[in-house]
């Protein structure tokens, strides 16, 4: 605890009511409503990482049999990201130490193709081999629904390096021959994932290469004047959020090619619109086919709209705000209670819900987080039709995306506030005051820890000037600069820290059935 702030906090039981007069009243009773949601999502993740999960990864190699065995497409790709996130939200030992060490397992054994990655037979201790084609596809899926959602939360750590060297080798061996130069895939999806993978390896590093390569991607799309695609759910959508968060990025380092670009962008998403969605504003699978179980609606709406919301922010319009802002507020209306989105698979819920955080924590519509928080609780944390393992979540990718989102949900009530170490039946929860955020933790228990507050990530991890809008993140809500300073209030006492002493941990201790109220705010 050398690096937290020793500040030990013995109090008595705070009601809310208490508060009725007060100026934070309001966002109190939020704060202590949160936590009761939070924790409860949080202790589950804790009992699932530590009884579900982690018994999962095999003992000989090291490698986390989630989905019965080790390949890139699913068990690493989907599977292993979320584990990761579980350990980081709940458990930082695990992280740093078995769920680490899967890194080091897979990279040591899978790689063959520079450092290129295949599936390996865990049982047999051998690579399966898979054709060059196959490879490209699973290093590209391992790269953006893994790494780069590891990276988002970790910054410039061991699986960025790894997430780095993947990509260096898939283009260095990039055999596709177009008229703007070589690329690895003509796959759609691969090539939206490279995308977006590209643009965040670009300000991360500086290095040119990352973003000449993915606008020789956007060139070879954009070739095409009318190039709209047309699967509007995962498998085919990722470029459309893939191009927008390139665009973003231009605007600031290659202004002319952004202004290039621009208009075909705009075009594209017009079309989508036009043709692909509900007059609310809810996306269809496919651009004209209306066919399917569930009514022909895609799990991946928000995802698209990220890049909607990339593209405004990105141009200094509003084009498309009052339209996303439509579809929020319909979220409410009662078809879309318990809407199956893939039926009764629990990761139709989980991306929908995904995407509808991204696109809250830009646009903050009442009636988009009511949803939010019934849907999350209905289908992904409390219902027992869409859990196995009786109460807790398996462990196959589905099921790893509920755990994902459900972390999500959690830390949106949290506004990005972690307790270190996270403990069963303890409650945190948060809620935005002016300048800062008041925060409510309980515990049945006596407690003693820290919390752990949010820094601006996409700036110091991701090297974004701006938070652009973009999937495989956590979402940043309440956020401490390191140089800043901010004015903790408690108790009636105020006290003041840096933004890095925050970060680095605020030091509090409870005693069984007492109420801790703080209040953060910039100076």
Not at 266 to 275: F, W
């Amino acid at each position: 605890m050398k690096h937290s702030i020793l500040l030990t906090c013995i109090i008595s039981l705070i009601s809310p009511a208490a508060f009725a007069q007060e100026e934070n009243a309001d966002a109190i009773a939020q704060a202590a409503h949160s936590a009761e949601i939070a924790g409860h999502s949080l202790s589950k993740v804790h009992r699932w990482l530590h009884d579900i999960a982690l018994p999962k990864i095999d003992k000989k190699t090291g490698l986390y049999i989630a989905d019965g065995e080790w390949n890139y497409r699913n068990t690493a790709a989907d599977c292993y990201p979320f584990l990761t996130w579980a350990a980081w939200a709940t458990d930082k030992e695990a992280l740093n130490g078995p769920v680490r060490s899967i890194l080091h397992a897979e990279r040591a054994l899978c790689n063959v193709k520079g450092r290129i990655p295949a599936p390996y037979n865990y049982k047999e201790q051998k690579s399966i081999n898979i054709k060059d084609e196959d490879l490209v596809f699973e290093a590209s899926e391992y790269v953006k629904d893994c790494l780069i959602a590891i990276v988002e939360i970790t910054g410039r750590d061991e699986w960025f390096d790894r997430m780095r060297a993947i990509e260096d080798d898939l283009w260095e061996y990039a055999d596709i021959e177009t008229p703007f130069g070589l690329i690895p895939s003509t796959n759609i999806e691969v090539n939206g994932e490279q995308l977006q993978a590209l643009a965040r390896l670009y300000t991360m590093t500086g290095d040119e290469k990352y973003l000449t390569g993915a606008m020789r991607l956007a060139d070879y799309y954009f070739a095409d004047e009318n190039f709209v695609p047309t699967r509007l759910r995962d498998h085919g959508c990722e470029i459309i959020g893939g191009l927008g968060l390139l665009q973003a990025v231009l605007t600031t380092h290659r202004p002319e090619k952004a202004a290039e670009y621009g208009d075909r962008l705009k075009k594209m998403y017009d079309t989508i619109l036009e043709r692909g969605t509900l007059d609310v504003g809810m996306m269809y699978n496919h651009l004209t086919k209306r066919d399917g179980w569930n009514g022909g609606m895609s799990d991946g709406w928000g995802y698209n709209y990220v890049g909607y919301l990339c593209y405004d922010m990105a141009m200094g319009t509003s084009i498309y705000t009052a339209h996303m802002i439509a579809t929020l507020t319909s979220m409410m209306d009662p078809k879309y209670k318990d809407y199956p989105w893939e039926g009764e698979s629990i990761d139709g819920y989980a991306d929908s819900i995904e995407g509808a955080i991204y696109m809250l924590n830009r646009l903050p519509v009442a009636k988009g987080f009511e949803w939010v928080n019934r849907e999350t609780r209905n289908n992904i944390v409390d219902h027992p039709k869409r859990l196995e393992n009786g109460e807790l979540w398996g462990t196959m990718k589905l099921q790893a995306n509920g755990v994902r989102t459900t972390v999500m949900q959690a830390l949106m009530h949290t506004q990005g506030v972690l307790a270190r170490p996270w403990q069963q039946a303890l409650e945190l929860g948060a809620a935005p005051v002016a300048n800062g955020v008041v925060i409510a933790v309980r515990t049945k228990e006596g407690y003693e820890g820290l919390l752990e507050f949010d820094i601006p990530r996409h700036r110091l991890y991701m090297g974004f000037q701006k938070d652009w809008p973009r999937m495989n993140t956590v979402p940043e809500w309440f956020t401490v600069e390191p140089q800043e300073s901010y004015a903790v209030t408690m108790d009636g006492v105020t006290n003041t820290y840096t933004g890095a002493q925050l970060h680095n941990g605020l030091a509090v201790e409870l005693e069984a059935n007492q109420t801790l109220i703080l209040t953060i705010a910039t100076r």
